[in-house]
């Protein structure tokens, strides 16, 4: 695989509850090449997003290696893993997760502030993706002005805002009708491609699953198929 961007090798994730031993990720190895769009399908409980939470870098593994763009992630501290989240890896959750008191356009431009990028540059880089998600008429508009399909516009316009390695998307339209899901999938499948972008979703939605190039599924912690789409 060339230019791979996530690079798994034998993660696991263990917890304890009471006298059972639970393997939410068992020994897991997955590598992800740059620009693929892969879905990790499975149901709830089989430890999907336990998996793209180490991959994010949002929880530690018990035993393995994770590595996003050459970096060894699981080598970092606390403080220099949120700074490498910040620059490297971009997220769209379920529950959009906007700031409410930021326009569409602050929001998507937000994390571009943090990185102490001209002015000039986050202007002309929100406009860009104000109209890739196709929201232009909305950017002074605030998330509690925004229908919920919208929301996740500006979610996914905010997580691409400063060109990541990848794109991690848990359950992405599971708060979505069903338009509003073709809508943004649409979106994101024309980003993918124009920009490169690798994305990895977590999903059980089939209309996810159906525009995926890449179909892991995922059950008791382990890949049980590993499936590229023509």
């Known amino acids: ?21 639970i393997h939410a990720v068992d020994q897991v190895d997955l590598k992800v090449g740059r620009g693929e769009f892969t879905a990790i399908v499975g149901p709830s409980g089989s430890g999907k ?14 035993h393995g290696k994770i590595s996003v763009a050459g970096k060894v992630i699981t ?4 403080n220099e893993l949120i700074n490498f989240r910040r620059e490297h890896i971009g997220f769209v959750f379920q529950a959009f997760n906007l700031l409410p008191v930021l326009s569409a356009a602050e929001n998507i431009g937000f994390i571009l502030q943090l990185q102490g990028t001209p002015k000039a540059q986050i202007k ?19 998330p509690n002005e925004l229908s919920g399909g919208q929301q996740q516009r500006v979610a996914v316009a905010r997580a691409l805002a400063s060109k990541p390695a990848f794109v991690l998307a848990d359950e992405p339209t599971a708060n979505l009708d069903s338009a509003s899901t073709e809508n943004l999938l649409d979106i994101m499948a ?11 979703f ?9 525009r995926a190039k890449r179909i892991i599924r995922f059950d008791d912690g382990k890949i049980i198929s590993d499936e590229t789409v023509q």
Do not use: C, F, W
């Not at 880089?125 to 232009?136: G, I, K, S, Y």
């Not at 024309?190 to 990895?200: D, P, V």
């Open 190 to 200: 024309r980003l993918n491609a124009s920009e490169g972008t690798t994305l990895l």
């Open 202 to 210: 977590s999903t059980h939605d089939q209309r996810v699953i159906d």
């Open 124 to 142: 002309a880089r929100v406009d860009q993706l104000l109209e890739a998600v196709e929201l232009t008429d909305r950017r002074d508009h605030r």
């Open 49 to 62: 997003t336990t998996l793209l939470n180490l991959i994010g870098g949002l929880d530690h593994p018990s």
């Open 1 to 21: 695989m060339k230019d791979v961007v996530i690079s798994v090798e034998g993660a696991s994730k263990i917890y304890s509850d009471g006298d059972r031993t």
């Open 75 to 78: 080598d970092l501290s606390d």
